[in-house]
């Protein structure tokens, strides 16, 4: 019964390039959460989705950053030309349809840095 | 506005003594969880607690203890006999009604404790 993954657990970026994060919920669970823990901060929401369908994106930077949870295969979290000030650390969480936060489950979160 | 306050940024004790972490809420929903988290040095989230709104009973589990109190809004945490393994950053987080009838997690800042042996 394995519990929410995310990889990778650590992510090196130069300026300007790509970063993909992706999650795996818990098995039966289709919300996800992405959460942003700055440095020495708490973690704020940025998106909520479900299976093909964005919710609630209103913790998202307008630019360079989305979101998707498709069909098949994991929730991915996509940073276009990052900057310095994106590093930070990316949790996700999952919850099944009837569950809400009240049941939500954080994966052990991937660590970006950017160089 | 909805929101968490941990007022305490950082708290340092010697090994054994109790301490309790403040944290107080704003919401405007009628239903809503509390909860804490603890973040140990190597990153990842540890669940500890979770609270309905509408149940106010205290709440211990070992070391640990839990006072809701919905009149001022706190959701304090203390750990009594504290030990070098509970040195964390301590987190405080209350849920809010989405867009689409979910919830998310508002967090506060975090409160770092510190025990020394």
């Known amino acids: 019964n394995a519990g929410v993954m995310q990889n990778p657990r650590h992510l090196v970026r130069r300026r300007g390039q790509e970063a993909r994060l992706r999650c795996s919920p818990m098995k039966g669970h289709s919300h996800v959460y992405w959460y942003r823990q700055l440095p020495e901060e708490g973690l704020k929401f940025m998106v909520y989705?479900?299976?093909?369908?964005?919710?609630?994106e209103s913790g998202m930077p307008k630019e360079r950053f989305s979101a998707e949870f498709p069909k098949e295969g994991p929730s991915i979290l996509r940073i276009q030309q990052v900057v310095r000030g994106d590093s930070a650390a990316y949790f996700c969480?999952?919850?099944?349809?009837?569950?809400?936060?009240?049941?939500?489950?954080f994966g052990p979160g991937t660590r970006l840095l950017v160089l | 506005a909805q929101k968490v306050t941990q007022a305490q940024t950082e708290i340092s004790v010697v090994e054994k003594e109790d301490v309790t972490l403040d944290c107080v809420y704003e919401?405007?929903?009628?239903?809503?969880?509390l909860f804490w988290y603890k973040q140990p040095p190597s990153g990842e989230l540890v669940f500890l607690i979770r609270r309905n709104s509408f149940d106010e009973q205290n709440e211990i589990s070992g070391r640990y203890s839990w006072n809701f109190q919905k009149s001022t809004s706190s959701f304090n945490f203390t750990i009594t006999a504290s030990q070098v393994v509970d040195s964390a950053v301590y987190f405080c987080a209350l849920s809010v009604l989405t867009q689409g009838g979910s919830e998310k997690l508002v967090f506060g800042k975090g409160m770092k404790l510190t025990v020394n042996p």
């Open positions: 969480a999952s919850s099944s349809p009837t569950g809400g936060a009240g049941t939500q489950y």
């Open positions: 989705l479900q299976k093909e369908n964005i919710i609630d």
């Open positions: 919401t405007r929903d009628t239903t809503y969880y």
